[in-house]
């Protein structure tokens, strides 16, 4: 008994220190596992808070509901055939006294602020119709009723400049469309640019309104002149010069003030740069030209023939590059761009 209560006192206390190091060694298990819980959710919130700043809108959703990029992405359009399968050939032209701007806007609705671009397809060219223009608003209303779906069935991209000249002063249809090119410039870098008078309407929608490797004259014939051409080397009526060719010949002479003598000009221009003028065939190229008096302003330009015996001498510094004006106001009309300048006087 005597040596029994020392043993038995040791082994109580024994006893308590196996408890004592069970019990610590719990809590730091248990201190453990805490640990790596709270690491673990702060490691979830962390990258929940990364979703939730995302900049887009599928930075913010679950990569298994996001849908797959191809289905969000636009099928890109592939370009326009070289010939348009919407063409119709030679058409038989009206020209009703009854017509109203409000008629051609309703048959063109998909034409805003004169600009017009293939749906289904990228245009082949993006070109600038550059019309001069003053105090012909019944051909122009002709003009614009045919020429709108003739550009369309060729799914050309497309906007018509009506360069208006304000004032009473003598006509110079050449620096309005100086005028015309450098205005159309600043709103798109159009591949080509075609010249038109306002009384011509093609007949033929296979007279493409595009241009060539070289300046293209597009009026082989009209009605007025028994569909023939005017004369040898006409160049004159409609034409179409790529934003380059137009440049290296420094556009039209600013000089030609009233009728006649800008075109031929040109065609000088043209040859001094060594380029060709072509031309589409006889029985495609065809016009009808709109009857009508000699405008008052746009008298016969007495001095042309002087005016063009220079033109070798004076075509680099008479031109694009001299071309000055005021512009009055650009309005963006439905059908077409409204540009109205002073161009000064002769």
């Known amino acids: 008994m005597g040596f029994c209560s020392p043993v038995c006192k040791v082994l109580r206390r024994g006893k308590y220190f196996v408890l004592l190091f069970l019990s610590l060694s719990v809590l730091a298990w248990i201190a453990a596992f805490s ?50 399968p919407l063409l119709q050939g030679a058409v038989k032209l009206s020209f009703e ?52 779906p003739f550009l369309q069935r060729q799914q050309l991209h497309y906007t018509i400049y009506i360069i208006q000249q304000a004032g009473v002063a003598t006509f110079n249809r050449a620096k309005l469309l100086n005028v015309g090119y450098l205005e159309a410039l600043k709103d798109y870098n159009w591949d080509c640019f075609i010249f038109h008078d306002v009384d011509l309407v093609p007949e033929n929608d296979h007279n493409f309104y595009v241009c060539d490797k070289q300046p ?7 009605n007025a002149t028994g569909y023939k051409l005017r004369y040898k080397g006409y160049f004159g009526g409609v034409t179409a010069m790529t934003r380059e060719q137009f440049l290296q010949v420094n556009g039209f002479s600013n000089t030609y003030w009233g009728w006649g003598g800008e075109d031929d000009d040109l065609r000088i221009r043209v040859e001094l740069q060594k380029m060709t003028i072509v031309r589409p065939p006889t029985d495609v190229a065809r016009y009808t030209m709109v009857f009508h008096k000699r405008d008052s302003g746009n008298e016969i330009n007495k001095d042309r023939m002087r005016l063009l015996g220079r033109t070798p001498k004076v075509w680099r510094k008479d031109g694009l590059n001299s071309c000055s004006y005021k512009t009055l106001s650009v309005e963006r009309l439905p059908l077409y761009v409204n540009v109205t300048v002073d161009i000064g006087k002769p």
């Open 97 to 148: 006294p009854s017509l109203k701007l409000k008629d051609v806007e309703s048959e063109n609705k998909e034409v805003a602020k004169g600009k017009y671009e293939p749906t289904d397809c990228t245009a082949r060219q993006s070109v600038a119709i550059l019309i001069p223009h003053r105090s012909r608003e019944r051909h122009l209303l002709y003009l614009l009723h045919h020429l709108h």
């Open 35 to 84: 640990g790596e819980t709270v690491k673990s959710f702060q490691v979830s919130s962390t990258t929940t808070e990364t979703l939730v700043k995302g900049d887009g809108l599928r930075d913010k959703l679950s990569p298994w509901t996001a849908a797959p990029d191809h289905l969000n992405t636009p099928t890109p359009k592939g370009e326009c055939p070289p010939e348009s």
């Open 216 to 222: 293209k004259h597009l009026v082989v014939g009209r």
